[in-house]
């Protein structure tokens, strides 16, 4: 087995000292530009790779961020692809943790990256309390939690303005002449859930139109399967939608799967909006509508936050809500026998 290339490995090769080559690496201003060339070199050569704990360690300090995310076949795992974009930017490593759910398994990777001496966390929590976390990591690590399960402007969060999207997503939908609108949820429970639900009760009262809710049950862990299995459910209800909102984009993909094998055709029949824009949504075959959440901005508000709490251990938490943006696609359409009027000249 080829034994591991370390910084003493180096020093020896090239005849200098440890700390003359730990510097070189680490771009200290006292040590030459031709030294630090030729440290660089014999580095790249011999596939040296740092040891980002021990250099933490070495500096009370880290490079490495810990993105805890309670499951990463959701929106959740795209967004990381966004974080690592950012943090790259700032010389900063993502190391990527999946829950599954497990709250247990939850506060064993905030322990662990917070022991680690990690230079944040951020979490995509499994419940609404934090509080637990919050201790594991407070004092030491500053940790930002991505998602709608917090609200609490006590802690650092980072989240979609989920009333504003939900409020799009209606109102094109009204705006397309559709008055019989069905909600498909999750069963997951959250602020963002009961925002969600809120907005649509308050149109449907406002519309005079009956409330269509359909909840996944908590025995679902696929969400695709989730919303094919309401979808089903909506399909034998008798009381057949024009269109259906549902709040996670995977559970969209199952809802129009149900309305094809049942022979209704999407958007013309019925139209499907789904919320979170995942990649899949865009792609021609499915054409989603949907609500997307922002996540470069998100991701760039995360590590600001993050560095800035780094720095400043005691700065007051910080609290965003950013506006998502409505992707129109070819699954939404004209509720049927409405006719869209023409643009203004």
């Known amino acids: 087995m080829k034994s591991q290339i370390t910084i003493h ?3 020896r090769e090239l005849g200098l000292s440890v700390s003359a080559v730990s510097k070189a690496l680490n771009d200290y201003p006292d040590i030459s530009a031709e030294t630090k060339k030729i440290v660089l070199r014999k580095a790249e050569e011999l596939g040296y790779k740092p040891n980002l704990v021990a250099r933490s360690l070495a500096r009370r300090t880290s490079s490495f961020v810990g993105v805890v995310i309670r499951d990463v076949s959701s929106v959740y795992g795209e967004m990381f692809k966004s974080l690592s974009e950012v943090a790259r930017r700032d010389s900063l490593h993502l190391i990527l943790y999946d829950t599954n759910y497990d709250p247990a398994v939850e506060r064993w990777c905030v322990q662990n ?3 680690s001496m990690a230079r944040g966390i951020v ?7 934090v509080e637990d976390l919050c201790r594991i990591a407070r004092g030491r690590v500053p940790i930002v939690f991505l998602g709608g399960k917090v609200r609490d402007p006590a802690f650092n969060c980072v989240a979609s303005d989920t009333r504003s999207g939900t409020e799009m997503a209606l109102r094109h939908l009204i705006e397309l002449g559709h008055r019989r609108i069905a909600v498909i949820f999750d069963h997951k429970q959250s602020s963002s859930r009961s925002s969600k639900l809120a ?3 308050e149109t449907m009262r406002s519309l005079g139109q009956e409330e269509l809710v359909f909840s996944g049950a908590e025995t679902d862990t696929d969400l695709v399967a989730s919303g094919y299995a309401q ?3 909506l399909l034998a209800s008798g009381s057949m939608p024009t269109a259906v909102f549902a709040v996670k984009d995977l559970m969209a993909l199952g809802v129009i799967q149900a309305l094809r094998e049942a022979g209704l055709r999407v958007p013309e029949d019925v139209s499907v909006v789904g919320y979170d824009g995942i990649d899949a949504a865009a792609l021609p075959m499915i054409g989603l509508t949907t609500v997307t959440q922002p996540r470069m901005q998100m991701a760039e508000r ?3 936050i993050l560095l800035r709490h780094a720095e400043d251990p005691v700065a007051p938490p910080e609290h965003h809500l950013v506006k998502p943006e ?3 696609r070819s699954s939404s359409g004209p509720a049927p026998g409405f006719h869209l009027q023409p643009p203004l000249a």
């Open 199 to 201: 907005v649509y009760q």
């Open 113 to 115: 990256l917070t022991d």
């Open 302 to 304: 995360i590590i600001d």
């Open 9 to 11: 490995t180096l020093a």
């Open 231 to 233: 979808g089903k459910r």
């Open 123 to 129: 979490v995509t929590p499994v419940s609404e309390d």
């Open 326 to 328: 409505l992707i129109l």
